[in-house]
């Protein structure tokens, strides 16, 4: 039975991969739905949600359409998201390999190197980091990814541990194969379901920490952001609630959908789980 068999047998994984696709999609055609900018001041201010059907979520203090800054903003944490993810899963996988692989002075030196970044914070990692270089797409995407890949080099360190001694590993030096063939051709795929176990969570602690850091005013400034329209919205709880919901569900959905992704793909690409799949 194939990978994407015993991944569309999970309902759930696929209710939130067809509502990932449909975000992106819309996010994708944002520009063409909505020609002008999502800073727009395209309507009388604070319309109510469904007082018009032009503008169906209402508008903001500045007479902005939220659904126009909802889909700008797919855009933005869909995007950081994804390079995030590959990011992360490029540096936590190969100084994981590579510790778990050779181990010596060189799983001592990377080991010690993701302790220091895991001991702090990785929000605060995160705040200082942008506030050095400057927001923008490449700081958010270079401070998400130095908080989040510790976590997927110690995974991808122990599976390393464990495969290494394993009959089809020691079949392959035999057989004279170099190390960088046997720890990435040979033993690399063994270890992702344990990786894809935490794509999901990757994937949605970026989209959570590019919301936060442009809540904080810490996001790239030309882009409309969930995290800025919150922002933007906070002092109008009162009068204007719908302007935090909006953005507010959008990041729930968004996160809930990207973490029961990742799960069914674990559940999908591990073997010893395939009779459950």
């Given amino acids: 039975m194939s990978v994407a068999i015993r991944f569309a047998r999970q309902p759930a994984a696929m ?5 990932l696709l449909a975000l992106g999609v819309l996010a994708l055609l944002a520009p063409w739905l909505y020609p002008q900018t999502p800073w727009a001041m ?37 995007g950081i998201g994804l390079l995030t993810l590959f990011s992360t899963l490029s540096l936590g996988v190969l100084a994981g390999a590579l510790a778990g692989y050779f181990g010596g002075w060189l799983d001592s030196v990377l080991m010690r190197l993701s302790d220091i970044f ?17 927001p923008s797409t490449f700081s958010l995407v270079l401070a998400l990814t130095l908080a989040a890949w510790p976590p997927v ?37 063994n270890a992702l379901p344990a990786v894809l176990a935490l794509a999901g969570l990757v994937m949605a602690t970026a989209i959570l920490g590019e919301s936060a850091l442009s809540f904080l005013g810490l996001g790239d ?57």
């Fill in 153 to 189: 080099a110690r995974i991808v360190r122990s599976e390393f541990l464990a495969l290494r001694q394993r009959e089809f590993v020691l079949a392959a030096r035999t057989a004279g194969l170099g190390p960088w063939h046997i720890a990435f051709v040979e033993i690399l795929p």
């Fill in 42 to 78: 395209v309507a009388p201010p604070l319309q109510p949600p469904l007082a018009s059907r032009q503008w169906p979520l209402g508008t903001d203090l500045l007479g902005r359409d939220p659904l126009a800054g909802l889909l700008f903003g797919a855009r933005v944490s869909l």
């Fill in 221 to 277: 400034p030309e882009a409309m952001s969930w995290g800025t329209m919150i922002d933007g919205a906070r002092n109008l709880a009162r009068q204007a609630w719908w302007l935090s919901l909006w953005p507010g569900l959008a990041i729930l959905f968004t996160v809930l959908a990207v973490h029961q992704v990742g799960e069914g793909l674990r559940v999908a690409c591990n073997v010893r789980e395939r009779g459950v799949a």
């Fill in 15 to 19: 209710a939130s991969l067809l509502f």
């Fill in 118 to 134: 895991q001991v702090i914070p990785g929000l605060f990692l995160a705040v200082i980091l942008v506030a050095i270089l400057e």
